[in-house]
């Protein structure tokens, strides 16, 4: 039997899943004056310009050098262009005017921070998503995180690969194929209703308030999903295969009853330190039968580790390092890079979780007809029409492949595991999750890039373009 349900997200704090893309200075505009960005295809806005400008844009961009940023920049200043709207903080307004108003000199010792990270989005229709990769790792480390309280593990220091030892050992496992979380199966999250991006700042924040010393952690410049998002996808948990391929089945009660037990625990110790350090403890309140989450970065090294095994790596002075079982900083969003507000920061990634009623679909199914109503857009899609039609979108617009012959290729076990490969022309393509990349990857290969040195010096991979990223779509052996 096969449990498959339809679930939502809902974003409670500031989420930003990380996907290797930023917006280029080449496909952006700054409205000042509304506090939005406008962001575009740099071939659509290319076309829309007249000839002489044309070509000075063109220059711009061929040069291919750090002053043409900043050249580029200048170039967008007070131009208007339609595209995807992004929303800004008033502190990144104020940051982006000092920036152009200074001398290159000056914006060249800034220009490495300045840059915008996205999050994930589709590239066809450019609306952000939640990964099922990104989801299914939150579920997978609340569920260790319960089993390590029933049993404990023993492990070498000398081992290498120590996390991958603590996992198969409370999970039961020893082969890829007997993970018991191969039978979960969880799709992409889509948003359905009204949603906001918007770019702001991670600021870091020591724990201790009577501390010396001021966090060390750079800024960054990130863009966020706002709360009160909705997001739409479904959750199935496999039950057919035998018990003797997975000897400790997973189940759908199983899973949820551990991640509410988990994030609720993260988030009251989280609300502790928050007061401690003379921050805003984050407060919510969850729907009924919704189980609270923890999804993207900068959410805390505790809610991305197992209790009792924690070995979180302390940045000291000149840059030393420690390890420790709990972090010593927060990472939190801000709406200005300095001189903020303690109290206006607001902690990374939390979000609830709950099956989807009739009741909660009504609801958004209003949302929608109300979004249609001020969009002048006769029929907005539902949820199962707009994946639907989101897919025949992706088939009649395929994206660009390439095989690349003798890449390099490389598998981090952290994060739920990363396979990144490297082409001949030094470009890289990732893949995200263990259990996908396993997926794609040959079978003669596995045991050598998973299990034995992690690496393949030479391999055939075929990748796929999405976005200004590459993405790995098959791992096969070298020709």
Known sequence: MNE????????????????????????????????TLSAFDPLDFFKSLDERTRAQYAAICAKGT????????KFMKNRTFDGATVHLSKG?????????????????????????????????????????????????????NEAAKKERVTLDHRDRKKSETLEKGLLHYQKLENDPFRLLKVSDFHSIGD???????????????????????????????EPGA?????????????????????????????????????????????????????????????????????????????????????????GEKTFSNKST???????????????????????EMARLTDEMNA?????????????????????????????????SSPPVEEVWENAFVSFNAGSGGVVTAQGPDKRTAVIRSKEKAAAITDGSLQKKLFEGKKTLPKARVTVRKTGNAWEIVRIEPAG
């Open 4 to 35: 498959s349900n339809t679930f939502y997200i809902k974003i409670l704090s500031p989420v930003h899943i990380g996907c290797d893309d930023v917006y280029e200075p080449s496909g952006f505009i700054v409205k000042e004056q509304a506090q």
């Open 66 to 73: 750090i002053e043409s940023i900043f050249e580029l920049y």
């Open 92 to 144: 990144f307004v104020k940051h982006y005017k000092e920036c152009l108003s200074k001398s290159f000199r000056d914006f060249q010792r800034e220009m490495n921070q300045f840059s915008i990270a996205r999050t994930s989005f589709n590239p066809n229709s450019q609306k952000p998503y939640l990964p099922g990769s990104a989801i299914k790792g939150a579920l997978r480390t609340a569920y260790l």
């Open 195 to 225: 949603y906001r991006t918007k770019i702001v700042y991670a600021v870091n924040e020591k724990k201790r308030a009577e501390s010396r010393f001021k966090a060390r952690g750079p800024y960054q410049i990130i863009e966020i999903i």
């Open 230 to 318: 909705v997001f739409v996808g479904t959750i199935q948990v496999v039950t057919t295969q035998a018990r003797e391929v997975i000897s400790l089945p997973l189940t759908e009660q199983g899973i949820f009853d551990n991640a509410a037990l988990f994030y609720k625990k993260e988030k009251q110790r989280e609300n502790a330190e928050l007061k401690t350090a003379g921050l805003t403890p984050f407060m919510t309140e969850n729907a009924k039968d919704a189980c609270l989450l923890r999804l993207g970065r900068h959410s805390g090294a505790e809610s991305l580790t197992i209790e009792g095994y924690r070995d979180i790596k302390i940045m000291k002075q000149r």
């Open 329 to 351: 900083t927060f990472w939190l969003a801000s709406d200005a890079a300095t001189g903020y507000q303690k109290s206006d920061l607001m902690p990374f990634g939390w979000t």
């Open 363 to 395: 609801h958004l199914e209003q949302q929608r007809a109300e979004m249609g109503a001020r969009t002048g857009i006769v029929s907005v899609p539902n949820a199962s029409e707009r994946q639907t039609k989101e897919k025949q979108t992706i088939i």
